[in-house]
Every structure is written in structure tokens, then in C-alpha cells.
């Protein structure tokens, strides 16, 4: 029996779209043409970003396109013990630590450099805050981070001078995204990691914090980005439409095309498997082909 176990994990901050059913087709067939277990996730551990009810709006999209998880979905929001063991483990061993800047005192110091939409945090409470109350809490990082995207091939981040010391709980005590993201894997037993481009640049943070917890590192692929007219990742910020479900297969058959398959037939997903195989086996760690 196969140990692969994918997951698809959609913040249900609006629903799901051209784009977010890309990164779900193809998380679903790299699980289901290594007859492995896929899996769903809701990230909902940014609560004020997620209206009420569009977790399971999402679930129903998913269902009605026909992509159902092997076990019930887990929600972030309701694993907030398991966030907290975690930062304490990291604490306890020297890796976190709590940090007393606000925001405003971190751009002061060191001016404009904002990378990856984040301040990178010059480590001012390394040593200790001096008194100060600890707002949010840090991970110390090191060096860079070399790792192999399935389709991307060989990458590398300097993380200390590109990201720095990254938030994993916040001032406002929401969990932060890598943290989350991190734990949730590791204990679903994930295997491979399949999502969206715009998390590329996520993962050297993400493999960090395996690192540190001393939790195994998945393998990755990130697929292509659906854009919007502007140019920018289509999202819904810049107008995506929810998905039309009144053609299942079409909707199915346009995000298929995306990821370079080609499919004629009304059960597109029974005709992808074997593409997506022959696609993705023979250089199971490269991808070079795809679009
Ligand atoms: N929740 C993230 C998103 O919707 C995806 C996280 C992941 O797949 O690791 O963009």
C-alpha cells in the first residue's frame, strides 16, 4: 500500500476559484495517481479573514466537482493546543524566542528594506526584550535553505538575510501561517505537498521550522499560477468569480488544461489520473515539462 499522503488546504477567506482549483485538481491527482490518501485542510487560524460559513461553501465545491477526502477535514481554528506545544518545544530548546518590538519601532530601525511584503526583523530581541512585555514570538534562523521543487528544480533562500527572524505567534495572538502549517502536516503524516506558486518562497521558512522540531520535510511541488488580466495571481482581491458549478467537468477540464493535460471526456477526472502518471512519474523529483 502506498504511504503517500497530499492535502489541499484552502483558507476560506472567500471561495474557491480558478486559481485555488488548480492547486486542489492537482494536489488531488498527485495523491490519487500514487494511489496514496488526499486529504483537506481549513485554514482558518486568521479567523477575522474567514466570513462565517465558507468553509463549508468550499467543502461543497469540492464535493460537487467531485474531489472528496479520504478522511475528515481538519480546521485549524480548533488546534490552537497543538500550535501552543509546539511553540513551547521550540522555546524550550533555544529556537523561539518572545520579541517586544511593534511594529512601527521594527520599520524605524531598519528603514525601508521591506522584503517578501514583510519587514525583515533585525533581531533587536535576540538576547532578551529587557524588560519589555513580549508581544509576539520569533524563530531564530540561520543561513539559507536549499531544497528541490518537484517542478521547479533546485531553490535556495538565504532566510536570515532575505526573510530573518519570522513570527510564528502574533501580537494579536492569532498563530501565524508557518507554524500552523508546519504542525498540521507533520501530524496528518503528510508526504508531499502540492499548491500553489505563490507559496514557493514560503517553504525555505516552513522547512526551517521542520528543522528545528525535528519533524520530517515533505516533498514539494508548486504548480503554475492562474492570472488575472492585470497580471497579478488571480486571487480575490483582483475580482476572481467563485467557481460557476452548474458544468463540473468544464470547470474540471479548464483547471486540468492549466496544468498541461489534456481532457475530452464528461469523467475528467478518471481521464487525468493516468495523464497526470505518465506526466509526473518518470522524473518523479523533476517536472521540467509542465507549463
Ligand atoms: N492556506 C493557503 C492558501 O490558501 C495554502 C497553504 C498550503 O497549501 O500550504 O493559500
Not at 500550535?83 to 524550550?92: E, F, K, V
Not at 467537468?249 to 493535460?261: D, N, S
Not at 505518465?278 to 517536472?287: C, I, K, R, S, Y
Request: proline share 8%.
Amino acid at each position: 500500500m502506498s504511504t503517500y499522503r497530499g492535502r489541499f488546504a484552502p483558507s476560506p477567506t472567500g471561495p474557491l476559484h480558478a486559481g485555488s482549483l488548480v492547486a486542489a485538481l492537482a494536489s488531488w491527482l498527485d495523491a490519487r495517481a500514487h494511489g496514496g490518501q488526499w486529504l483537506v485542510r481549513i485554514e482558518d487560524v486568521d479567523g477575522p479573514r474567514c466570513p462565517p460559513g465558507m468553509d463549508t461553501l468550499i467543502l461543497g465545491q469540492l464535493a460537487a466537482l467531485g474531489l472528496l477526502p479520504d478522511e475528515p477535514p481538519l480546521w485549524q481554528s480548533r488546534r490552537g493546543d497543538r500550535y501552543q506545544a509546539g511553540l513551547d518545544r521550540l522555546i524550550a530548546s533555544g529556537h523561539a524566542y518572545g520579541c517586544a518590538c511593534t511594529r512601527a519601532e521594527i520599520a524605524a530601525a531598519i528603514g525601508p528594506r521591506a522584503k517578501h511584503g514583510e519587514l525583515v526583523y533585525p533581531g533587536t530581541c535576540r538576547q532578551g526584550t529587557h524588560g519589555r512585555p513580549v508581544r509576539a514570538w520569533r524563530l531564530r534562523v540561520h543561513g539559507r535553505v536549499d531544497w528541490e521543487d518537484r517542478r521547479l528544480g533546485p531553490q535556495s533562500q538565504d532566510l536570515e538575510a532575505e526573510v530573518g527572524d519570522f513570527v510564528l505567534k502574533r501580537a494579536d495572538g492569532l498563530w501565524a501561517y508557518q507554524l500552523a502549517v508546519v504542525i498540521d502536516d507533520a501530524e496528518a503524516g503528510i508526504t508531499d505537498v502540492v499548491r500553489g506558486e505563490d507559496l514557493a518562497d514560503n517553504t525555505p521558512r516552513q522547512i526551517a521550522l521542520q528543522r528545528c522540531l525535528g519533524l520530517p520535510t515533505p516533498r514539494y511541488l508548486h504548480t503554475p499560477l492562474v492570472l488575472a488580466a492585470d497580471g497579478h495571481k488571480l486571487s480575490k482581491q483582483n475580482g476572481a468569480a467563485a467557481l460557476d458549478l452548474g458544468d463540473p467537468p468544464a470547470r474540471l477540464r479548464e483547471a486540468a488544461a492549466h496544468l498541461g493535460l489534456h481532457l475530452h471526456t464528461c469523467e475528467p477526472l478518471a481521464e487525468a489520473v493516468p495523464q497526470w502518471r505518465a506526466a509526473t512519474m518518470p522524473a518523479f523529483t523533476h517536472l521540467k515539462d509542465f507549463p
